[in-house]
């Protein structure tokens, strides 16, 4: 039961109320699942100036020049955003803040949606930066007030970890007491503090140090760390949304549950460890809670017992640790997968065709939904590795393969990947005299993450209107000659332009621009759906091999064929689902039998 004052929020939701509630004044960040919610709720918050930066580096040093003009900041992203975000984030640690600086890491167990499942608690240790981590939407509200107070007190940023499941998963909670930063907006100026010149540095890195120390007497404490009651045969060491699990599993056992993973509380660990008869130590991916428990010198369960890789569940835990419990009674329900598949529509499926057809072209990808061009019977994609490592991954096979590469060397990008990481690589493409060709997708949004702006697409975070760059003019200012703008839904232009890029000697642009299927103008506009006109269909299965998911197959015996006066060998037809299909038009191109039409036409 709920009374009228409780919320029921995801654990994305909440984090943006404790933004609000902690008094944020300047957020900043960069899409990636699974925080992306976090911003887009954040900017409904009156008082709290939010934007989309162009990548996580400079959404993280525009909330530290917030955090250096005296308000409470706030930086989110990804876990590997934090990878793009390390340089700044490191100093920052020797700066230190004026008004309060939490930093959001949303790390991906299981990848979900990630190119890997790395564990950012060692962000924390290798940057010498608390971290904390809460375990379900209430205590992640609560938590990161308490971690802009802990900023401000301290002198640090504050790192906060979040996992998939804490992010998405929904929680009853209340609205709680508005906070403000002790520090006084204004400039205010402290060079040896933050001029991080070799000498000012030295001086600085002798404060974090002495930071560290006073951290770990915060750590001691009930605050963020708490011992939970229990039987003492076994006892439990566990922290973020590992802690749910271990309640579900094993209910009975005394936990020491870490809401701060680092520094660790080292007095209460040996304390607790002395108590119990057994001690596990459970977390998700790396064993960094063990690897640092033990070398306290405590005898400990973990990673012997708990896989280090993927998503944790109840019954995973109660199974590693009791192999005898009847472990399906916590298992989780298996639901059917879902295939993924670029939309109904969507335009980089005519890029991807025709790159499917170049059998001998090395098409290089990015990070995207158009990542998904690498899936059959597309299987256009042959390498991805981070944001914006197409562009120059193409230039270094280029400079590898010297003349045998020309002509062979595709990469594709999507505009706001371009944005984020993409333009510095072709600066170097072009400075370096690549022979390469670069797609730019440009569908007007950063889609796979849910359709958020970016510098391209002529709108801010809100929604209103605001600078768009002009991808074509930038290109051309980086000293591509060679940039030539296609609708990708035209099937034979597309091609067309491929080609003549690649038959040039010197670096080449195409932009494939036509706006997301998903967008809220698209969704608004009529289309008129195309449907197969069955009995012209000669089985060439021409359209299918688009991929759309509209389109259907289906197979007929050399009876049935006869039977319905097709041609003896024909093994099938194709069909489109009109209530799927969006009217891009590129079956219709590809369609040579007259098959694929438009309603009244």
Known sequence: ????????????????????????????????????????????????????????????????????????????????????????????????????????????????????????????????????EPSEPAEAKDLLKDAFELSE?????????????????????????????????????APAKIVMLPANARARRKVVEERTAKLMEVAEG?????????????????GGVSYLYVKEAFPEAAVLKLGMSWPLPEKKIKEFAASVDELFIVEE??????????????????????????ELNTAIVRSSIDPDSAPELFAPAELPMRPPNMCAGCPHRGVFFNLSRMKDVF??????????????????MDSCVCMGASVT??????????????GKLVSVIGDSTFIHTGINGLINSVYN???????????????????????????????????????????????VKHVEVVNPHDIAECRKALKTALELDEMAVVISRAPCVLLPEMKKAEHRPYNTKTENCAGCMACVKLGCPAISWTNITPEEAVAK???????????????????????????????????GE
């Open 153 to 189: 007190k301290f002198d640090t940023p504050v790192l906060f970890r979040i996992t998939t499941r804490v992010a998405h998963v929904k929680g009853v909670l209340q609205k709680g007491d508005m906070r403000e930063s002790a520090a006084t907006c204004g400039i205010e100026k």
């Open 1 to 132: 039961m709920t009374d009228d004052n409780s919320l029921w929020m995801s654990g994305n939701e909440a984090i943006a109320m404790g933004a609000y509630e902690a008094g944020v004044k300047v957020a900043s960040g960069y899409p990636g699942t699974p925080s992306t919610e976090i911003m887009e709720n954040l900017s409904k918050y009156e008082g709290v100036y939010t934007e989309w930066a162009p990548n996580e580096k400079v959404g993280l040093e525009v909330a530290i020049g917030a955090s250096f003009a005296g308000v409470r900041a706030f930086a989110t992203m990804k876990h590997v955003g934090v990878n793009v975000a390390a340089d700044p984030l490191f100093t920052a640690s020797y700066t230190g803040v004026r008004g309060g600086l939490v930093v959001i890491t949303a790390d991906d167990p299981e990848m979900h949606s990630s190119q890997n499942e790395q564990d950012n608690r060692n962000y924390a240790y290798a940057a010498k930066l608390p971290m904390i």
């Open 363 to 380: 098409v290089s990808g990015d990070i995207g939904c158009y990542t998904l061009g690498f899936l059959p019977p597309l299987s256009a």
């Open 433 to 479: 005299d690549s022979k390469t060709v670069l797609v730019i997708l440009d569908n007007r949004i950063t889609a796979m993450t849910g359709q958020q702006n970016n510098p391209a697409s002529g709108h801010n975070i809100k929604g209103e209107a605001a600078n768009a760059i002009n991808i074509e003019e930038l290109c051309h200012a980086v000293g």
């Open 393 to 406: 991954i193409a230039h270094g096979m280029a400079k590898a393969l010297g003349d045998e590469g020309k």
């Open 222 to 238: 009930d605050a963020f760390n708490r011992v939970e009651e229990g039987d003492r045969k076994r006892g439990f060491i566990t």
């Open 565 to 599: 006066g097709y041609k003896e060998k024909q093994k099938g037809f194709a069909v489109i689902n009109e209530v799927q299909c969006n009217g891009c038009g590129q079956c219709a191109a590809l369609c040579k039998f007259e098959a694929i039409n438009r309603e």
């Open 285 to 310: 991916l790396d064993p960094f809670l063990e690897y640092h428990i033990k070398a306290m010198g405590v005898e400990c369960h973990g990673k012997d017992l708990i896989p280090n890789q993927g």
